[in-house]
């Protein structure tokens, strides 16, 4: 880092970054590490259209699902978290009518790895996501990175919750932010959903257009170029364009529309709020009321519309069978709180992965619960299938397990270890157990050697691997082991 600030103090941010993202990149190109497989590509695409054909609705009615998908939100921002100075009492009562898990993950410490492991329960570098984020086609970055040969957008041979969920007899819905990709068929509807409102990227990139499927129905007209980006509210592009400031209830009215068409078919609803990432645009109803700043403004104005949410499902009659999670991209950015925890966004430190997950289906799961047991986003894709008996597509690894046992607080967590990789790196840089965290390089300058730590009882700052032998080797192997397995087939397919 401190190499990129010299370097760009000498060159300027936009023509450093564009050098420093092309080296890394070569770097990566040429690296033995093989990131896609064209010849593959076609034929698990038909094997995706395959299985896809296979599905047919059950027999039994399944729940409804929703799943609030915050961007940047960190673990400790929440009230029922323990945060001090923002109140959150709507997640919070629904935290407190199911479950609260302590201990649940983001598959990346950045967006577009975390909502592709989301949405397909598999590991960054098996949807070709791992390096770092995607930007618009004809951004500097977004232009850099096709020039790196990196990907950005997802795979269309990949296979979302939502492709599954429609055959099966699912009305798929999302509201918000999909940040994997911009190109033509590879947005909202190329991927299984029947309806899409909202924007391609994060509230920072420009351009920054609203959608209704294919459509534009708010164009951004602001002043920008190749090289523009907002990342201050304070210092907003000109021009006009969404008014962020109205942007959290736009999606919840249009969450509860889609809710509110109701027919024989349950339906799946993806809400992917663009808050609290930067920039802040609290409403100004509620603008400067928070103790929290403007940050906690913005994750306010979240908690209500979670909250209009909660009621609307009531008003409706189908609160008891609507399955909801509640959940975060990846951890806390500078404004947002990380709890306890080390780190921050960017970070395979726990701040940087570890996320708020509530998770509520009354007279399925019990309420109250807390649950310590550990798992990550890539489990919410398999738990569902299960739910709703579609088996797991054969020709592709799927690193998700089935959670749905350990929701009642009574079950172990199916995994063993937890695999943590870093925002531009391939392979897994960190791993957890029950007790211990390892990471496979210290961090530390001139001591370059892994670091074992103990989870619960320090926040990953002392290496206690002299004390505790044993584990460190077994997890240092534990995590060899993954990378060896990702670098042979970094895919994933059978």
């Given at each position: 880092?401190?190499?990129?600030?010299?370097?760009?103090?000498?060159?300027?941010?936009?023509?450093?970054?564009?050098?420093?993202?092309?080296?890394?990149?070569?770097?990566?190109?040429?690296?033995?590490?093989?990131?896609?497989?064209?010849?593959?590509?076609?034929?698990?695409?038909?094997?995706?259209?395959?299985?896809?054909?296979?599905?047919?609705?059950?027999?039994?009615?399944?729940?409804?699902?929703?799943?609030?998908?915050?961007?940047?939100?960190?673990?400790?921002?929440?009230?029922?978290?323990?945060?001090?100075?923002?109140?959150?009492?709507?997640?919070?009562?629904?935290?407190?009518?199911?479950?609260?898990?302590?201990?649940?993950?983001?598959?990346?410490?950045?967006?577009?790895?975390?909502?592709?492991?989301?949405?397909?329960?598999?590991?960054?570098?098996?949807?070709?996501?791992?390096?770092?984020?995607?930007?618009?086609?004809?951004?500097?970055?977004?232009?850099?990175?096709?020039?790196?040969?990196?990907?950005?957008?997802?795979?269309?041979?990949?296979?979302?919750?939502?492709?599954?969920?429609?055959?099966?007899?699912?009305?798929?819905?999302?509201?918000?932010?999909?940040?994997?990709?911009?190109?033509?068929?590879?947005?909202?509807?190329?991927?299984?959903?029947?309806?899409?409102?909202?924007?391609?990227?994060?509230?920072?990139?420009?351009?920054?257009?609203?959608?209704?499927?294919?459509?534009?129905?708010?164009?951004?007209?602001?002043?920008?170029?190749?090289?523009?980006?907002?990342?201050?509210?304070?210092?907003?592009?000109?021009?006009?364009?969404?008014?962020?400031?109205?942007?959290?209830?736009?999606?919840?009215?249009?969450?509860?529309?889609?809710?509110?068409?109701?027919?024989?078919?349950?339906?799946?609803?993806?809400?992917?709020?663009?808050?609290?990432?930067?920039?802040?645009?609290?409403?100004?109803?509620?603008?400067?009321?928070?103790?929290?700043?403007?940050?906690?403004?913005?994750v306010e104005d979240l908690d209500r519309s979670t909250g209009q949410l909660m009621a609307a499902l009531?008003?409706?009659?189908?609160?008891?069978?609507?399955?909801?999670?509640?959940?975060?991209?990846?951890?806390?950015?500078?404004?947002?709180?990380?709890?306890?925890?080390?780190?921050?966004?960017?970070?395979?430190?726990?701040?940087?992965?570890?996320?708020?997950?509530?998770?509520?289906?009354?007279?399925?799961?019990?309420?109250?619960?807390?649950?310590?047991?550990?798992?990550?986003?890539?489990?919410?894709?398999?738990?569902?299938?299960?739910?709703?008996?579609?088996?797991?597509?054969?020709?592709?690894?799927?690193?998700?397990?089935?959670?749905?046992?350990?929701?009642?607080?009574?079950?172990?967590?199916?995994?063993?270890?937890?695999?943590?990789?870093?925002?531009?790196?391939?392979?897994?840089?960190?791993?957890?157990?029950?007790?211990?965290?390892?990471?496979?390089?210290?961090g530390d300058v001139g001591r370059n050697r892994s670091h074992l730590s103990l989870l619960h009882q320090?926040?990953?700052?002392?290496?206690?691997?002299?004390?505790?032998?044993?584990?460190?080797?077994?997890?240092?192997?534990?995590?060899?082991?993954?990378?060896?397995?990702?670098?042979?087939?970094?895919?994933?397919?059978?």
């Amino acid at each position: 880092m401190n190499f990129f600030r010299k370097f760009a103090l000498l060159l300027g941010y936009p023509l450093a970054g564009v050098l420093l993202l092309a080296l890394v990149g070569l770097a990566v190109r040429y690296s033995q590490i093989q990131l896609s497989d064209p010849p593959l590509s076609q034929k698990h695409l038909e094997n995706k259209q395959a299985y896809l054909q296979s599905i047919a609705p059950g027999s039994t009615a399944p729940p409804n699902i929703l799943i609030i998908f915050f961007d940047d939100l960190g673990w400790g921002d929440l009230s029922s978290y323990g945060n001090q100075l923002i109140d959150t009492p709507h997640i919070d009562r629904v935290a407190d009518e199911g479950v609260l898990m302590s201990n649940f993950y983001s598959a990346s410490p950045v967006c577009t790895p975390s909502r592709a492991a989301l949405l397909t329960g598999r590991f960054p570098p098996r949807t070709r996501t791992d390096t770092h984020v995607f930007f618009p086609d004809a951004s500097m970055l977004g232009t850099m990175r096709r020039m790196v040969g990196w990907a950005n957008e997802l795979p269309r041979e990949e296979i979302t919750i939502a492709e599954v969920l429609r055959p099966a007899g699912y009305r798929t819905g999302m509201i918000g932010k999909w940040h994997l990709g911009d190109r033509e068929g590879h947005r909202p509807n190329d991927f299984g959903f029947d309806d899409w409102y909202g924007v391609l990227f994060s509230n920072d990139m420009f351009p920054l257009d609203m959608y209704r499927n294919d459509g534009i129905v708010i164009k951004d007209e602001r002043v920008g170029s190749f090289f523009s980006s907002e990342r201050d509210e304070a210092d907003p592009l000109p021009g006009q364009g969404i008014d962020q400031t109205t942007l959290t209830q736009m999606y919840t009215d249009q969450a509860i529309a889609f809710m509110a068409e109701q027919n024989e078919r349950p339906f799946f609803l993806y809400l992917s709020h663009s808050f609290p990432h930067v920039p802040h645009y609290p409403s100004r109803e509620h603008a400067n009321s928070s103790r929290g700043g403007a940050y906690g403004d913005v994750v306010e104005d979240l908690d209500r519309s979670t909250g209009q949410l909660m009621a609307a499902l009531e008003r409706l009659g189908i609160a008891d069978n609507t399955l909801v999670f509640i959940t975060s991209d990846n951890g806390a950015d500078y404004n947002g709180s990380p709890g306890m925890l080390r780190g921050r966004k960017g970070d395979v430190l726990e701040g940087g992965q570890r996320v708020p997950m509530i998770v509520r289906w009354p007279t399925h799961i019990p309420e109250g619960v807390i649950s310590h047991e550990m798992a990550m986003n890539i489990d919410v894709f398999p738990t569902l299938l299960n739910l709703v008996g579609v088996n797991l597509p054969a020709d592709r690894t799927i690193d998700g397990k089935d959670i749905a046992p350990m929701l009642s607080g009574q079950t172990e967590s199916p995994h063993d270890y937890l695999y943590y990789f870093a925002a531009t790196e391939s392979l897994p840089a960190a791993i957890r157990d029950e007790r211990f965290k390892l990471h496979g390089k210290s961090g530390d300058v001139g001591r370059n050697r892994s670091h074992l730590s103990l989870l619960h009882q320090d926040a990953e700052n002392h290496e206690v691997g002299n004390l505790y032998p044993e584990a460190k080797q077994r997890l240092e192997q534990q995590l060899i082991d993954m990378q060896q397995a990702i670098e042979e087939s970094p895919r994933g397919w059978k």
